[in-house]
């Protein structure tokens, strides 16, 4: 016998082979009908999987049925077997190789020597959702590895049988059938049959793939899928996606002409100056926020010597991601891919007392990290990138107090960017790791703590940390929902004592300071790439590359123009003319396709009576002002949140 945990703490007995749904069976009729897995010890199983003593430590088991969070996953892993199948049965010779699922869905990787197009999407859409309607039975089956290689060759699957003879000895081997003419190498678990997939999947696109990811190999075919629930989860999910492409920066960089990127500088930004405005004015308002909150800003070094790499104990982690080059005096110099090593030997000058703690050191770093040009993507990653860095060199009783600053501070200017904190995770030791198990326990602890006491919940992930401490990590989310991960505070015992940091205590001995590495934005490339998505390209004013364009009715009005734009200029503000000769509409049409805020209509009444015309982005109205009138209002809806005063910031 064995004894299963419900999620109501009650325990029952079951013989060994009870399937999951045999206890489904036995606790309802309407719930053995909607079961599709089950969920033992965390673990997803086939419902039809017999449960033996083995497959049991705590014996929690829970039903789920197809809405269950859990089964999406296996959702969407069913429907790359379709897929397969699908691609199959149209198009007979296809060898099939590996189908994992992907963040919203699943791709498959084939083997055929005709390439596949576009075209061919919506007839294997069309096969797979016949597959779906035949309810075909999925089976598990536990099959001897020699056989299975066998099995697998002669139905002319290569990849299937390399992938058997590559397994650990003494791995259980599986088959799934589906059906009674297809079958695939699977772990599993899978639904009970292909009817449970629904119909809520669209093929999204084609791409090619080297077979296990070396380019000495084979090539191979993928076909990228989503999958959902349901048809209604699907439709908002491709809205989504559509909304993406609308807001996609790289679109929106090329219309607004902010950057470019180019195959000679791979991964490096051409800020073109309009970008460059909307940079500046997003580095000078950290830096306001930064000085504000009595951070000390320093600048170090682009290149250093090896020595201070291996002794950080950076060269060894990420000596593979750095840009080297060599003197003819025979020293070896790194282009830094961090500043945190900089910003110690800065800390290392002259004696510090326990009473100069906390330091607060911050950098706008501009920094190098070699990335393979396949996971470049536009500003978002790239090799060339500036971290709005800091260093909080404090004691350790500090940790506490300057955790709660910085959050406090990270959701100021989150709310003041218009984006909003989605979550906080605490990251924790990695497998490959600087210092000991007892200073990681002691760091650890100490961050949860600090967070605890900065009044945030954390989410716990495994293997995440820094190479050498902890870290917190924050989580926006945009105007569309998706989040990205920017902020990062992280505790660290070990940078300290590899390059001999310290400052002399209370009671006169030299003790090791805390270092807090942190930063709000990240960096100010992927930062930007994320505001101009969130926006759209429609920053809010304070923001904007530029503020104000002055458009003219007719050429009576130049002077006029150039008068208003140099009085809105004299008070702060980006402004434009557009003094050509086009009508005024389109004009308006398109300085609204490139973002601008305000549209400042000029013509001859105008020039006449000293007045201006002002059309808001997103408002079919205009505001007819006098010229100071204009200045006043645009001043001050053109004023950083930070500058608002107190109930601002």
Same mark, same amino acid.
């Given at each position: 016998?064995?004894?299963?945990?419900?999620?109501?703490?009650?325990?029952?007995?079951?013989?060994?082979?009870?399937?999951?749904?045999?206890?489904?069976?036995?606790?309802?009729?309407?719930?053995?009908?909607?079961?599709?897995?089950?969920?033992?010890?965390?673990?997803?199983?086939?419902?039809?999987?017999?449960?033996?003593?083995?497959?049991?430590?705590?014996?929690?088991?829970?039903?789920?049925?197809?809405?269950?969070?859990?089964?999406?996953?296996?959702?969407?892993?069913?429907?790359?077997?379709?897929?397969?199948?699908?691609?199959?049965?149209?198009?007979? @010779?296809?060898?099939?190789?590996?189908?994992?699922?992907?963040?919203?869905?699943?791709?498959?990787?084939?083997?055929?020597?005709?390439?596949?197009?576009?075209?061919?999407?919506?007839?294997?859409?069309?096969?797979?959702?016949?597959?779906?309607?035949?309810?075909?039975?999925?089976?598990?089956?536990?099959?001897?590895?020699?056989?299975?290689?066998?099995?697998?060759?002669?139905?002319?699957?290569?990849?299937?049988?390399? =992938?058997?003879?590559?397994?650990?000895?003494?791995?259980?081997?599986?088959?799934?059938?589906?059906?009674?003419?297809?079958?695939? *190498?699977?772990?599993?678990?899978?639904?009970?049959?292909?009817?449970?997939?629904?119909?809520?999947?669209?093929?999204?696109?084609?791409?090619?793939?080297?077979?296990?990811?070396?380019?000495?190999?084979?090539?191979?075919?993928?076909?990228?899928?989503?999958?959902?629930?349901?048809?209604?989860?699907?439709?908002?999910?491709?809205?989504?996606?559509?909304?993406?492409?609308?807001?996609?920066?790289?679109?929106?960089?090329?219309?607004?002409?902010?950057?470019?990127?180019?195959?000679?500088?791979?991964?490096?930004?051409?800020?073109?100056?309009? @970008?460059?405005?909307?940079?500046?004015?997003?580095?000078?308002?950290?830096?306001?926020?930064?000085?504000?909150? @009595?951070?000390?800003?320093?600048?170090?070094?682009?290149?250093?010597?090896?020595?201070?790499?291996?002794?950080?104990?950076?060269?060894?982690?990420?000596?593979?991601?750095?840009?080297?080059?060599?003197?003819?005096?025979?020293?070896?110099?790194?282009?830094?891919?961090?500043?945190?090593?900089?910003?110690?030997?800065?800390?290392?000058?002259?004696?510090?007392?326990?009473?100069?703690?906390?330091?607060?050191?911050?950098?706008?770093?501009?920094?190098?990290?070699?990335?393979?040009?396949?996971?470049?993507?536009?500003?978002?990653?790239?090799?060339?990138?500036?971290?709005?860095?800091?260093?909080?060199?404090?004691?350790?009783?500090?940790?506490?107090?300057?955790?709660?600053?910085?959050?406090?501070?990270?959701?100021?200017?989150?709310?003041? *960017?218009?984006?909003?904190?989605?979550?906080?995770?605490?990251?924790?030791?990695?497998?490959?790791?600087?210092?000991?198990?007892?200073?990681?326990?002691?760091?650890?602890?100490?961050?949860?703590?600090?967070?605890?006491?900065?009044?945030?919940?954390?989410?716990?992930?495994?293997?995440?940390?820094?190479?050498?401490?902890?870290?917190?990590?924050?989580?926006?989310?945009?105007?569309?929902?998706?989040?990205?991960?920017?902020?990062?505070?992280?505790?660290?015992?070990?940078?300290?004592?590899?390059?001999?940091?310290?400052? =002399?205590?209370?009671?006169?001995?030299?003790?090791?300071?805390?270092?807090?590495?942190?930063?709000? *934005?990240?960096?100010?490339?992927?930062?930007? @790439?994320?505001?101009?998505?969130?926006?759209?390209?429609?920053?809010?004013?304070?923001?904007?590359?530029?503020?104000?364009?002055?458009?003219?009715?007719?050429?009576?009005?130049?002077?006029?123009?150039?008068?208003?734009?140099?009085?809105?200029?004299?008070?702060?503000?980006?402004?434009?003319?557009?003094?050509?000769?086009?009508?005024?509409?389109?004009?308006?049409?398109?300085?609204?396709?490139?973002?601008?805020?305000?549209?400042?209509?000029?013509?001859?009444?105008?020039?006449?009576?000293?007045?201006?015309?002002?059309?808001?982005?997103?408002?079919?109205?205009?505001?007819?002002?006098?010229?100071?009138?204009?200045?006043?209002?645009?001043?001050?809806?053109?004023?950083?949140?930070d500058l608002l005063g107190p109930a601002a910031a």
């Open positions: 016998m064995i004894d299963l945990v419900f999620p109501d703490g009650s325990v029952r007995s079951y013989p060994v082979g009870t399937r999951g749904r045999d206890v489904a069976a036995g606790l309802s009729k309407s719930l053995e009908k909607k079961a599709v897995l089950i969920k033992l010890d965390g673990t997803l199983l086939d419902i039809d999987r017999p449960l033996t003593s083995d497959l049991l430590t705590d014996g929690k088991i829970e039903i789920l049925t197809r809405d269950a969070e859990d089964a999406l996953e296996v959702i969407r892993h069913d429907t790359a077997h379709v897929l397969a199948q699908a691609v199959q049965e149209l198009f007979p @010779g296809t060898q099939v190789t590996i189908g994992p699922n992907v963040e919203n869905g699943f791709y498959y990787d084939f083997a055929r020597d005709e390439p596949f197009s576009l075209d061919d999407l919506p007839k294997i859409e069309a096969r797979m959702r016949q597959i779906v309607e035949r309810d075909e039975p999925i089976r598990r089956e536990v099959v001897d590895r020699d056989a299975a290689i066998a099995d697998f060759e002669a139905m002319g699957e290569a990849y299937k049988a390399e =992938i058997i003879r590559g397994l650990p000895d003494g791995e259980t081997v599986t088959v799934y059938h589906q059906g009674a003419a297809w079958k695939d *190498l699977c772990r599993g678990p899978h639904l009970p049959s292909t009817k449970h997939v629904g119909k809520g999947f669209k093929l999204t696109k084609l791409a090619g793939a080297y077979w296990r990811g070396d380019q000495n190999n084979a090539q191979l075919q993928r076909i990228y899928g989503t999958a959902w629930a349901s048809e209604a989860d699907l439709a908002e999910h491709m809205t989504r996606i559509e909304e993406a492409e609308k807001r996609d920066h790289r679109r929106i960089g090329r219309i607004m002409n902010l950057f470019h990127l180019q195959e000679e500088g791979k991964g490096m930004v051409f800020w073109h100056p309009k @970008g460059w405005a909307l940079y500046r004015t997003l580095e000078a308002y950290m830096r306001r926020r930064l000085e504000k909150e @009595g951070y000390q800003e320093v600048k170090t070094p682009q290149v250093l010597d090896r020595s201070l790499w291996e002794k950080s104990g950076h060269w060894e982690k990420f000596g593979k991601n750095m840009f080297v080059c060599e003197t003819d005096e025979g020293d070896t110099l790194a282009v830094k891919p961090m500043n945190c090593p900089g910003h110690v030997q800065i800390f290392n000058v002259g004696q510090k007392s326990y009473r100069d703690l906390p330091l607060r050191m911050a950098e706008f770093g501009s920094c190098h990290r070699y990335e393979p040009s396949g996971g470049l993507h536009g500003i978002m990653r790239v090799r060339s990138f500036t971290q709005d860095d800091a260093h909080i060199f404090c004691r350790e009783e500090q940790i506490e107090e300057e955790t709660t600053r910085f959050v406090a501070l990270l959701n100021s200017v989150y709310d003041q *960017l218009g984006v909003t904190l989605h979550s906080i995770k605490l990251a924790l030791r990695p497998d490959v790791r600087a210092g000991s198990d007892e200073v990681w326990d002691q760091a650890e602890a100490k961050l949860e703590r600090a967070a605890t006491a900065a009044g945030v919940s954390v989410e716990l992930l495994p293997n995440e940390g820094a190479f050498y401490g902890p870290k917190l990590e924050f989580h926006l989310r945009d105007a569309i929902g998706r989040t990205w991960q920017c902020g990062t505070l992280q505790l660290d015992f070990v940078t300290p004592e590899r390059l001999d940091a310290e400052y =002399i205590a209370e009671n006169g001995t030299k003790v090791r300071p805390v270092m807090l590495h942190r930063a709000i *934005l990240g960096t100010f490339e992927r930062f930007l @790439g994320i505001l101009i998505e969130n926006y759209g390209g429609a920053f809010p004013l304070w923001l904007a590359p530029v503020q104000v364009v002055v458009a003219t009715i007719t050429s009576d009005a130049d002077d006029y123009a150039r008068t208003v734009a140099a009085a809105l200029a004299a008070v702060g503000l980006r402004v434009e003319t557009d003094l050509r000769n086009e009508k005024i509409n389109y004009k308006v049409r398109e300085h609204s396709l490139t973002k601008t805020p305000v549209i400042c209509v000029v013509g001859r009444k105008e020039a006449e009576t000293g007045q201006v015309a002002l059309r808001h982005l997103g408002s079919d109205g205009q505001t007819i002002l006098t010229l100071q009138e204009a200045l006043s209002a645009l001043k001050h809806q053109a004023t950083p949140p």
